[in-house]
């Protein structure tokens, strides 16, 4: 791996995040329909594939795959590859409270990296490379930035960075508390 300038960067872990999107047929109230075998429910499951409009869109495989016990985890002060891939559809990946300090379009470690994005591109069927220095710690949120899809269909996933608080980036004034 090489950074814009052409010199050679390492990372200190790698993550893979496949977002997927499923189409999952409903009854009349609404409930996700139970079929004894894929095969018997796939002509119900086209009819909402030609929608377009999934019913859940997720990292991984299922909503949490990435929260909460299942969270990536780092340390103040390493470098993570992130490698996300979507088969399917356009998506924005985005980090909160990070960014991508080279970012890998297309997925092409042979291409110069793009740097300092808050927000990359991955084209459907497609992949793309990222890779931040984790500066502090906390809990950070990894997610697709069409919020709906995040929030609403899953396709979020958060990174526990451990390590000491680093007050030359940032002075924490007040205790966090209720807002009043």
């Known amino acids: ?18 977002e997927q999107d499923y189409y999952l047929p409903t009854d009349e109230n609404g409930d996700y329909k139970k079929y004894p075998s894929p095969i018997a429910g796939y002509v119900d499951m ?4 030609k929608t377009l409009t999934p019913t859940h869109v997720v990292f991984n495989g299922a909503v949490g795959a990435l929260t909460g016990e299942n969270a990536l985890t780092a340390k103040v002060g390493e470098s993570v590859l ?3 891939a979507q088969a399917n559809r356009d998506t924005r990946p985005h980090l909160i409270g990070g960014h991508g300090d080279l970012v890998w379009r297309g997925g092409s470690f042979a291409d110069r990296p793009a740097t300092n994005l808050e927000t ?15 500066r502090q710690p906390g809990l950070y949120v990894y997610l697709n930035h069409n919020l709906i899809e995040a929030l609403l269909l899953g396709a979020a996933a958060q990174i526990k960075v451990e390590g000491e608080w680093n007050d030359d980036l940032m002075l924490q004034v007040n205790e966090p508390g209720p807002i009043k």
Request: aromatic fraction near 20%; charged fraction near 20%; hydrophobic fraction near 45%.
């Open 1 to 18: 791996l090489k950074d814009a300038e052409g010199n050679p960067v390492k990372y200190d872990r790698a993550y893979y995040i496949g």
């Open 46 to 49: 086209q009819k909402v594939m």
């Open 82 to 84: 992130f490698i996300h």
């Open 120 to 134: 990359w591109f991955v084209a459907g069927g497609s992949a793309s490379a990222m890779m931040y220095t984790f």
